[in-house]
């Protein structure tokens, strides 16, 4: 009998083990917003989420290592640079990108491994009480001399600036953008330095004339959460979109994975299409003012007043920047952008 209630009392155990309802998600976005997310993602479907966050080196490290044995699920990142590098290392299984996935997220962003959950534009920044850029401008222009001094940007190793350099040649050609680099480099205001925030400010304090970043950032500021010293600076600049006669402004994706050996793998497409509803997706842009991925979605309204209607780049896809990013570094480098 003591043999029978132990062995039962065993079995459930295992059982236990093996039909835990949760998924194991590894990722590298820093934002508390999407751990409450995650909480109304279980209130709905009942699957616990476990969260490991870290740097993407440390947890790509920590995947690899732990290779079969590993826990993780779903990976979820800024960049689709860094998505597309998990995918060339064979870290990641197909069946990210479900019917229902493909039926809201347009095909330029994602692919069978992969998927974007909000867009990002990176755009130029400016002080309208002293510069009347031409709204016509592209990242292309920027290499003109007409610019000499009068640009800030993060350094090289940023990899929204390889993503961008990796846009530009998967439009223009290698070569073209390799003369291209040289001569933006030239443009600099100071050497590389800073955050995206950082160049947004040195714009406002008159340092630079323009600034190129992320468009979240000036949502971030404007919303307070970085001090008042950052709101009023934010408040003098404003936004213009490059390449708008063109193929739009570049934009990259905040996106996730499902792990070769996640042994969770229908709940990381459960929680990967909760992701892309209407309902999170509403969550997402309220928080980290990134733009929605999906249509119907409007934008936070700090990020909505710089203009809603503009032109994204949806032709280029963002799965051709990992492909470039090592080219696009190398360029970027050898023209001496620190
Ligand atoms: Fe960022």
Do not use: C
């Not at 209630?5 to 976005?29: I, K, P, Q």
């Not at 491994?113 to 016509?136: E, H, L, M, Q």
């Not at 990899?159 to 990796?166: R, T």
């Amino acid at each position: 009998m003591k043999f029978i209630v132990a062995s039962l009392l065993f079995l459930s155990a295992m059982l236990g083990n093996v039909f835990a309802n949760e998924v194991n998600v590894f990722t590298s976005r820093h934002y508390e917003s999407d751990i409450e997310l995650y909480k109304k993602f279980t209130e709905q479907t009942g699957i616990k989420v476990n969260v490991i966050s870290g740097e993407d080196g440390a947890l790509q490290k920590r995947i690899k290592e732990e290779d079969k044995d590993s826990k993780a699920d779903l990976y979820i990142t800024a960049d689709a640079g860094k998505l597309g590098t998990f995918e060339a290392e064979g870290l990641f299984q197909t069946g990210a990108s479900s019917n229902l996935i493909k039926s809201v997220v347009p095909e330029q962003l994602r692919t069978e491994y992969w998927v974007g959950i909000a867009k990002r534009a990176r755009v130029i920044f400016y002080d309208p009480s002293r510069t009347t850029p031409n709204p016509n401008l592209s990242y292309e222009d920027l290499s003109y001399p007409e610019f000499k001094g009068k640009i800030v940007i993060r350094q090289s190793n940023s990899v929204y600036n390889q993503s961008l350099v990796a846009s530009l040649i998967e439009n223009d050609g290698l070569e073209e953008t390799k003369i291209w680099v040289k001569e933006f480099v030239k443009n600099f205001a100071r050497p590389a330095k800073g955050n995206d925030r950082s160049q947004i400010l040195a714009v406002a304090a008159g340092e630079a004339d323009y600034a190129i970043a992320n468009t979240y950032y000036i949502a971030l500021m404007l919303s307070g959460e970085k001090g008042s010293e950052q709101e009023v600076a934010a408040r003098k600049v404003k936004i213009l979109f490059p390449n708008q006669k063109g193929r739009g402004t570049h934009m990259n994706i905040s996106g996730a994975g499902i792990l070769k050996h996640a042994p969770n793998k229908d709940n990381a497409v459960k929680l990967l299409e909760f992701l892309v509803t209407p309902e999170a997706q509403k969550h997402i842009v309220n928080n980290t003012f990134e733009y929605p991925i999906i249509d119907g979605v409007e934008p936070s309204p700090l990020i909505s007043q710089f203009g809603l209607d503009f032109k994204q780049d949806l032709e280029t896809n963002v799965s051709t920047f990992a492909k470039r990013q090592a080219e696009a570094l190398r360029i970027m480098t050898e023209a001496g952008w620190n």
